[in-house]
DNA sequence: TGGTTGTTTCAGAATGTTTTGAAACCAACG
DNA sequence: CGTTGGTTTCAAAACATTCTGAAACAACCA
């Protein structure tokens, strides 16, 4: 056995151990463990596959291959190329990883802080305002309108920063990282 | 009925919404939807409450609850206080909302992000080196390491960053986020 | 000590999520 | 058209998580 050999089948281990590691995160990410598995083999491979490679490498059933590969793209963060001469379509994941991570965040507030930001609101504006009644509960509804606002201001005050550096031009929130981690002491 | 009573009413049905509302977004915490919603309990009424108030305004178990409680404790975002001249424990709430957030964070990434960077160092050492072989599997080689450490820079600066502003004093974290939204144009 | 009150545990039940595999579908080609 | 190569769908099965309720436990008090 060759050099050449030897190292591919440690690469592929190394492939195989970062795939399952990635796959643990899933629950983190919102995904499901198949969907970042297929992410985390087409990062760490870095070249182009189609279904069937998928399916084979990660032995899963073609139904949750094709469920996944479709979330993934929904997500953004791999893509549909083609081969010439080949019908198959194929998919490559984003290789950088702010980009990924960008994608990622944006997917996660539009899913997630945006439907609740909107059901606070209404919340905030069906609950009574504090304009009559005893002191006592006067009290209690400011206690209450305050601590709906609070929340309010915090998760609008993390949509404009996700706005600001996640989502559109570019590479503001690694540069914006990299700044602020290097204020040390 | 005088206008207190009707207040209060609606009152509590906002308290409601706000529970479910949170609840949903339990996933997206890591925590499941008791833990969520126990704990938005606790925060919008903003007063202490023993483990049966709890289960009955939530209509769960008593084990349900005594676990959900246990672990939001164990998350750092509910403490245990006591009432003078009853046996029982009641928990509350944090009431600032940024040193919620720094506590979840703070959680999430211990939970997640620390393990898995342990186990990409590993899996990084545990990779052949590029140092014999052709050149296109040396190139392959160089490739992966490079995946693998875009990866690991990546998680890295995360780590920092979260360190820095979320855990361990203050206010950092909202200084900077107001600071960076701040920026604008 | 025995009784009372409050908390935790845990096996099994209920519920929710993910995966499979086969059938339906679709587009291109001869 | 009808066949071929490829992709998507979906009901049922496998799996995983969460919840219940009753029993065990612990702390306190008289």
Redesign the interface.
């Known amino acids: 056995m ?3 050999a ?3 089948q ?2 592929i ?3 195989d ?2 795939v399952a ?2 796959g ?2 899933a ?2 990410w ?1 995904i499901s463990r198949t969907m970042a598995e297929a992410h985390a083999l087409l ?2 491979t ?1 070249r182009p596959m189609n279904t069937d490679e998928i399916m084979d490498r990660l032995q899963i059933s073609r139904g949750n291959a094709s469920m996944s590969i479709r979330a993934l793209v929904d997500w953004g963060i791999i893509s549909r190329t083609h081969k010439r001469g080949d019908r198959k379509e194929y998919f490559e994941a984003d ?1 950088d ?2 980009s990924m ?1 960008r994608s990622i965040v944006r997917e ?1 507030m539009k899913r ?1 802080v945006e439907p ?1 930001l909107a ?2 609101f ?2 905030r504006d ?3 305002a504090p304009d ?3 002191d006592a ?1 006067q009290e ?2 400011l ?2 309108q305050r ?2 606002d ?2 309010l ?2 998760l609008q ?2 949509e ?2 996700s706005h ?2 996640i989502s559109p031009s570019g590479s503001g929130l690694e540069l ?3 700044l ?2 290097g204020l040390d002491r």
């Open positions: 060759g050099a050449d030897e190292h591919m440690k690469l281990e190394a492939q151990r970062f590691s990635w643990q995160m629950g983190a919102g990062y760490i870095g290789q990883v702010w991570f996660r997630e609740l059901t606070l209404e919340i069906a609950s009574p009559e009644g005893s509960a209690d509804l206690a209450h601590r709906l609070e929340m201001t915090f005050t993390m404009r920063l600001r550096f914006a990282a990299q602020l981690t």
